[in-house]
């Protein structure tokens, strides 16, 4: 027998009261792909659309839990509720370790206004680009005010995650060490702000010179924001309010410029997209006969038939139903 | 007017005979997303099937380029023949910077039997999921009998293209750091070797220790394969002989347990559903009225609909072209 309290309305209404415990069950039910989800987001769509989003990404060693951290006290310090969701590249085979929830909770395991999760980047329904979105709207419609979306991978994934938020910060160290490089191209396009963080080592001076350099190749039209460079060293809380000020800038900026409602629009629609896209993943299985995906790729792993003729078939399958050979 | 060279099974033919310019021009096609890819395809299929394909996979540092360098240079000494392919996480926006070709390719710039390539990590039809086994295939047609494919970052999408190869060597440096720490969970897992890299450097003891004692954790059944782990040092080539030999052995583990013929199966799979996803991804954006991912999108982004009941119109619209409301 169902509790009412494992009711969707009855669940949307206690995360939206406030209830960590109903939240927390919520996130659950996105990070299982559970069958209850369609429920769930009819209750939470009309509750959410008021959360700031902030992704923070940035190669491993630059500090982001850290400046996590910070950012959540900082915002606490301005009364406002601040969830965090952090991406973790944990094993696709496994499933998700949650240990930095556990760690990180301790600084406010008593504060019912802070809510962390950490999400496996593995697993969900859609995936992570369906997930990501609902968890947003999960903590949003629980009248977070802000909401950190914290990637630890430095992977495409990663870079199209962090870009679902309304303001990226990208954090980088003084010096820009082989993994930096390495993840560079990718992930300082999508900076809205530049964090330089362990700002107390050497070569800061010329990290910001080429982050300069690097911001003057890229053309700007008129009324486009600039990322600032910010120099934070998050340990001490050095520099986190100059933080907060240029998001808080970026955040006005997103408004008068219209560029926030077309950066949500891109988010649903990844998020659109990759549900019916997971449908149809899972429907090429389901098919009936040779026009199944998995006898069209043993065929193709053959060598007996090119892969855009197997898609080909597929497709045909997948859209009508009627079986290759009996189209007009 | 189209010159013969460019003609489908005319290009294959001279790739198939050895000339590395008509391969380059192909595996540019598949980049490009050609819409001239169908008919190659159609070409090169029944061409392929013969070669090894090993993947490289390890965090930034590990020194995967001069394990590949050290790879390309023992099989040629054996006489084979090598085409190597790099995915670089370059950047979504701008495309491919190809600047490790041109630096590795000075090591074998006269040999015709070795041919590198960079690709991007964005920007393909269907995405790296297709166009890595199609360049695989444009390869092994080509007659290469090893194909290496390296994967520079740490992201999800870097272990799922690693382990699309019959082989995947897992590269660590001793010590572990950080970076490696992060990647570890998702790219120890589809470990078929592993390789200590850097062996001269402190704790390759420890390292060993620890990659053993992750291998017991992991249940294994009579006749499945256990990861061997290999020290090298790359730079000076030790221990790149026992590296071959293990990927030798696993090679021979693969054709006596049939799991060469099921991991091929699942590569084609991946392609094959890569291609499909992506033709019914393009077909979304191009539905007429309110039934596309635009103005569905809107719609959630805005509260009036939640993103199941968009995916589900959607869904509908791709399917059977009916507008909704017209369903019996």
Known sequence: MATSASDAPELVARAHDGDPRSLARLVSLIEDGSPRLR??????????????????????????????????????????????????????YTGGA?????????????????????????????????????????????????????????????????????????????????????????????????????????????TIRDLRNMLALTERAPGDWTPPIVTTIATTGDGISELVGKLEAHWSWLDSSGERGRRRAARAREEVAALALSALRSKMGRLPGDSALGPLADRVAEGQIDPYSAADELLDALTDGAPPGQHS
């Open 39 to 92: 429920s769930v987001m009819k209750e939470l769509s009309p509750l959410a659309g008021h959360a700031r989003v902030i992704g923070l990404t940035g190669a491993p060693g630059a500090g982001k839990s850290t400046v996590t951290s910070a950012l959540v006290r900082a915002y606490r310090d301005q009364g406002l509720r601040v969830g965090v969701l952090a991406i973790d590249p944990t094993s696709p």
């Open 98 to 206: 949650l240990l930095g929830d556990r760690i990180r909770m301790q600084d406010h395991a008593t504060d019912r206004d802070v809510f962390i999760r950490s999400m496996a980047s593995r697993g969900h329904l859609g995936g992570l680009a369906a997930a990501t979105p609902q968890v947003i709207r999960a903590l949003d419609a629980a009248r977070f005010d802000v909401i950190l979306i914290e990637t630890v991978g430095v992977g495409q994934v990663e870079v199209e995650i962090a870009s679902m938020a309304d303001s990226v910060a990208v954090l980088v160290v003084p010096g820009m060490g082989d993994s930096v490089q390495a993840a560079k191209a990718g992930i300082l396009e999508i900076a809205d702000v530049f964090v330089i963080n362990k700002a107390d080592r050497p070569q800061v001076q010329q």
